[in-house]
């Protein structure tokens, strides 16, 4: 098994007179994975994205990208492999078209001229906004805003890349919008994929789950897994969704749901073959 | 190759203050006027140097006067005292401010906000302490005398015109400097520090070394402005570059509006004129005395705050936009018709 990320017994907090953000949090990311990391506000989710890119440095444990150490050497080179996507693309865009603003990321690394120019146009048509290329980011919708900033990282060629809640200010259809191209992309590319997330439709769509509870892992799993362990999750004050819940009602209601349907179609499926399993 | 966007609009709008500046000295009345006129241009050097900071790359200042001061006492220690050519002391003048920025750089690496700022407060007193105190060198509160004259191939640079041209074109220097430095990658930099540290340095920017970087560009455009200052009078004195100078030039930038190089050129400009003003006002009442100035200042700073927290200059770019592009579209129009009409005859 490769691990592209692994945090070993990894503390952080932000000053010494304050409690610990993290507490000896372990975990990996596979290469080609999509992990999603949920939780409550100051739970340590964010923290854990920053420190996966260099933002923060631990106190105490090691972080590995790609077998390398995250260290304050290291940081410049860890930052080409990890891409992070914020839930405000505003403070990503610096250029005055959306090819600028491309290439942004691409400038600060030193590549060449003629690898951005490629680079731009690729990245950007990942994205479905290959028509876009000299509009004005500010003209954007919030969605289109997101796509520029994902193909801004993508542009750098990261082996992962971090959305630290980067649906967050998106309207369903838009969230929607950006989850499929964000899955494309990562099919596409061969990419490591984080999110950092409230939004359960997106955490049923990843490969793994970690819940994070006041600073440590507290939970971790296929998103059937997690989602089974409904009461738990509403002990700590986390939901689970829609569809979930639902299935959980049926079940009491007398209904042998077989599995823990993660959406429509599969609590569908369960239900229109009920009869032949009865 | 023709520039395009924002860069094409920088050197129409340089082109169009250059000849402004030209013919200002011809549409003064007075003496006083073209002395008050240069040191709107002093002051613009400085402001723009602050602006850099502030509003690109968003730390705030309040030690930039002293900044000021290291290059003019450099400049007049050098030139009076050890006779030195002026023209070599503006090396050290603008050496000088940048080593005590790379320094305290260094030690304010990891101070943000008003940390930062509470910091170059301290280090602002620090500088008038001693230009007040270090008698030796600086000849203490009296004022240092006795500052030489520039000369240039023969020709001396006395107050008047010809020291209102050699001051204003190294305040259109450092302009297009700073214009040339926003448009480029440094500025693309600053401005994503600006918008968002974390997020900047998720790109790829190395937010210390940009900060330190246009901390000291600002320092060396203060000594500039320094010895330009110190040249022009005869004698300087440390009640120049206190705590007030240096509130004035954030009022400065503020004022005009610290995210454009425009705005800080504007802020010095309407500043220098309302401090002419309230002076020729005090004249005549006699209750407006130089304290007055300073309670206008933080109104003024107030207002600004509060009303316009983008600054002036953005406010009346966003407001006159519209209109230019409506000129912009009807002359294209014309242009499109002119075309055709051509084509029928």
């Known amino acids: 098994m490769s691990y592209f990320i692994e945090f070993r017994d990894v503390s952080f907090r932000y000053r010494e007179d304050q409690p610990w953000v993290l507490k000896d949090v372990s975990f990996n990311v596979q290469s080609d994975e999509w992990l999603a990391i949920i939780g409550h506000n100051g739970s340590g989710k964010s923290t854990i994205a920053k420190l996966m890119n260099g933002l923060l440095l631990p106190q105490k444990g090691e972080i590995l990208v790609d077998g390398v150490q995250v260290t304050e050497d290291t ?103 950006i989850m499929e191209t964000i899955r494309n992309v990562q099919e596409d590319q061969d990419l490591s994929l984080l999110t950092i997330t409230h939004d359960l439709q997106e955490v049923v769509k990843a490969d793994r789950v970690i819940v994070m509870n006041q600073g440590s892992k507290w939970l971790e799993g296929t998103p059937r897994d997690v989602f089974s362990e409904k009461d738990k999750l509403r002990n700590i004050g986390l939901d689970t969704p829609f569809v979930t819940k639902l299935a959980a009602e049926l079940s009491a209601a007398g209904l042998p749901i077989q599995r823990e349907p993660l959406n429509h179609q599969e609590l569908l499926e369960d239900l229109w073959t009920l009869h032949s399993k009865m | 190759m023709k520039r395009k966007g924002i860069q094409q609009m920088s050197w129409k709008g340089i082109a169009a203050f250059t000849v402004l500046i030209l013919i200002l000295p011809f549409l003064l009345s007075t003496s006083l006027m073209i002395t008050k006129a240069t040191f709107a241009g002093i002051y613009t050097i400085v402001a723009v140097g602050l602006g850099l900071l502030m509003g690109f790359a968003g730390q705030i200042s309040l030690g930039q006067a002293a900044f000021y001061g290291v290059g003019a006492y450099s400049t007049a220690i050098l030139t009076a005292t050890f006779g030195l050519s002026p023209w070599l002391s503006l090396l050290i003048a603008i050496a000088a401010p940048a080593l005590i920025a790379y320094i305290l750089g260094h030690t304010m690496a990891r101070l943000h906000g008003y940390y930062l700022a509470m910091a170059t407060l301290a280090f602002g007193i620090v ?30 640079f006395t107050q008047g015109i010809s020291y209102y041209y050699l001051v204003w074109a190294f305040a259109l220097l450092v302009i297009v400097l700073s214009l040339n430095i926003i448009h480029s990658r440094i500025g693309r930099a600053l401005r994503s520090i600006h918008d968002s540290e974390v997020a900047s340095s998720s790109m790829g920017v190395d937010t210390g070394r940009y900060k330190m970087q246009v901390f000291i560009i600002s320092a060396m455009f203060a000594g500039i402005a320094g010895w330009l200052f110190a040249h022009m009078s005869y004698s300087i004195s440390p009640g120049s570059f206190g705590l007030d100078g240096s509130i004035l030039f954030l009022t400065m930038v503020v004022l005009g509006g610290s995210t454009s190089v425009w705005g800080a050129v504007f802020g010095a400009l309407l500043i220098t004129a309302i401090s002419s003003f309230v002076q020729a006002l005090g004249s005549k009442i006699s209750f407006i005395t130089s304290d007055f100035e300073h309670v206008l200042y933080g109104l003024i700073l107030m207002l600004v705050v509060i009303f316009l927290p983008q600054g002036l200059f953005p406010a009346i770019a966003a407001k006159l936009k519209p209109l230019l592009e409506y000129a912009g579209r009807k002359k294209k129009a014309g242009n499109i018709t002119a075309v055709k009409g051509d084509q029928r005859a």
Do not use: C
């Open chain 2, 127 to 156: 500088i008038h302490v001693l230009l007040v105190e270090w008698k030796g060198f600086t000849k203490g509160a009296s004022g240092f005398y006795g500052i030489p004259k520039i000369e240039f191939f023969g020709f001396t």
């Open chain 1, 75 to 177: 940081i410049w080179e860890i930052r080409k492999k990890v891409g992070m996507v914020f839930q405000n693309p505003d403070n990503q865009f610096v250029g005055t078209t959306v090819k600028d603003d491309v290439a942004f990321g691409m400038e600060n690394h030193g590549l060449p001229r003629k690898l951005m120019v490629e680079r731009i146009q690729t990245s950007l048509a990942a994205v479905g906004m290959n028509d876009y290329e000299a509009h004005e980011p500010h003209r954007l919708s919030g969605g289109q805003k997101q796509r520029v900033a994902i193909a801004s990282v993508l542009a750098v060629a990261p082996q992962l890349i971090i959305l630290d809640e980067a649906t967050a200010m998106l309207d369903p259809k838009g969230r929607l919008e």
